[in-house]
C-alpha cells in the first residue's frame, strides 16, 4: 500500500508528500541530502512522504523557498487531501454498516465470539473490528486471492463478507496453532487413514483427524454454518508455514464434508493457495483440479467405471460397492446422484449428518 495516497472506491486523496517525493526523485537526490537543502530533518521528510505528517505554514514556505511552488498551493493540496480522506473515511462507514446488516450477528452471540446482549449497530460493527482485528470492516467485501475455497453457489457480495467471516474465525482459531511447516510427504503417507476415517462416527474421527493433520503441519478449523456463507471449505499457508484448513457443515451431510475435505486437501498437496479471482479460467481450473483429485481418491476411475457399467444403483449394491473399496457408502451415492444415476430423493438414509460444535470443534 502507498502510505501517502488514500483511495476507496472510486475516491482518491493524494497527500502532499507524494508530491514532494517525486520533486525528490526529479532532483536525483536522496531524502537525506533534500533535508539538509531545505532546512529540515530527515526524519520530517520521511514522515511527510509516508503520509504521516501534515504541511505546515513553515514546512509550506521552506517548499516555496526551495521549489518555487507557492506557501497557498501547498497548504491547498494538504487541505484538499485532508478533506477528501473525511470524505472517504465517510463513505467507509457508511459501507460498514451496510456490510455488518449482511452478516448474522447472532451467529457470534450463539457460539461465544461475542459477549451476549442488545447490541446497536455501531456497537456491532465495534465488536467485529475487535473480533476480527481489522480497522474497517470493508475489509471484508473483498474476495482474498491467498485462499483456496470450495463453494457451492457463486460469490456475489453477500456471500463474499460472510465467506470471509468465516474464513476470519478460523484464521483467529488456528493461527497460533502450530509452529510445524506443512510436510507434503507426511500428509502423504497418512492419507489411506484419512481415507478410512469416513467409516469412523463423527465424534470418533474428528479428534484423532485433527491432531494427525496438525502433524503435517495443517490446523483443521470446523466452524458451524453462517448464514450467506456458501463455503463448504477453505484452505490458507500462514506466514510460518503451516497451513490452515477451514470446513464448515454447510448442506451438514457426510458425503459433501468428506468431499469437501479431500477437495482442501487437493489444494495443498498441488500448492494451490493463490487463486486470482480476476482470472476466472485459472480459478476454474484450480477448482477442478482440486475436484479432481478428491474424486479419483475416493472413488478411484478404474472401480468406479466397472460398478457403473452393471447399471445396478439398488441400496444393497451401493453399500456392497462402499464395502469393496473401503469407503462410507454415503460418498458413493453422493456421486451417484450428481451424476444423474440415482434421484437426489433416495436412499438419503445412507447419508449421515454432521454438525460441528464450536466447544472442542467435535462434528
Not at 531524502?31 to 520530517?44: C, V
Not at 510436510?183 to 465424534?203: A, V, W, Y
Request: proline fraction near 2%; glycine fraction near 6%.
Amino acid at each position: 500500500m502507498v502510505h501517502n495516497i488514500q483511495s476507496y472506491k472510486d475516491l482518491i486523496a493524494f497527500h502532499p508528500g507524494s508530491y514532494v517525493e517525486e520533486i525528490i526523485e526529479d532532483l536525483n537526490m536522496s531524502q537525506e541530502e533534500f533535508a539538509i537543502r531545505l532546512g529540515t530533518t530527515p526524519k520530517t521528510i520521511s514522515k511527510l512522504v509516508n503520509g504521516e505528517i501534515s504541511v505546515s505554514k513553515d514546512l509550506a514556505n521552506k517548499l516555496f523557498k526551495l521549489t518555487g511552488v507557492s506557501i497557498l498551493t501547498w497548504l491547498n493540496l494538504q487541505a484538499s487531501y485532508d478533506a477528501k480522506v473525511i470524505e472517504i473515511e465517510e463513505l467507509q462507514n457508511q459501507d460498514e454498516k451496510e456490510i455488518c446488516q449482511l452478516i448474522d450477528f447472532d451467529y457470534f452471540k450463539r457460539h461465544g465470539f461475542v459477549p451476549p446482549g442488545r447490541y446497536t449497530l455501531l456497537q456491532k460493527v465495534a465488536e467485529l473490528r475487535k473480533l476480527f482485528q481489522i480497522s474497517n470492516l470493508t475489509y471484508l467485501s473483498q474476495f482474498n486471492q491467498l485462499v483456496s475455497y470450495r463453494n457451492t453457489k457463486g460469490f456475489d457480495e453477500r456471500s463474499v463478507v460472510n465467506s470471509n467471516v468465516m474464513l476470519e474465525l478460523a484464521i483467529k482459531l488456528s493461527k497460533d496453532a502450530t509452529d510445524t511447516k506443512f510436510n507434503k510427504s507426511k500428509l502423504e503417507k497418512i492419507l489411506p487413514e484419512l481415507r478410512e476415517m469416513t467409516l469412523k462416527d463423527g465424534g470418533e474421527f474428528y479428534p484423532i483427524l485433527h491432531s494427525k493433520l496438525l502433524e503435517c503441519g495443517i490446523c483443521l478449523v470446523g466452524l458451524p454454518k453462517l448464514k450467506n456463507a456458501n463455503l463448504n471449505g477453505a484452505t490458507k499457508r500462514f506466514k510460518n508455514g503451516s497451513v490452515l484448513l477451514l470446513l464448515t457443515d454447510k448442506n451438514k451431510r457426510s458425503d459433501i464434508f468428506w468431499f469437501s475435505f479431500f477437495h482442501e486437501l487437493g489444494h495443498i498437496l498441488h500448492n494451490d493457495f493463490y487463486s486470482d479471482y480476476d482470472d476466472k479460467d485459472a480459478y476454474e481450473e484450480k477448482e477442478k483440479k482440486a475436484d479432481e483429485f478428491a474424486q479419483e481418491f475416493l472413488i478411484p476411475t478404474k472401480e468406479y467405471e466397472k460398478f457403473i457399467a452393471e447399471k445396478s444403483f439398488d441400496k444393497s449394491s451401493i453399500v456392497g460397492f462402499a464395502r469393496e473399496i473401503g469407503i462410507h457408502p454415503s460418498i458413493v451415492l453422493g456421486r451417484l446422484q450428481k451424476e444423474g444415476f440415482v434421484d437426489y430423493s433416495q436412499y438419503q438414509e445412507l447419508k449421515i449428518s454432521y454438525n460441528i460444535i464450536i466447544r472442542g470443534n467435535a462434528v
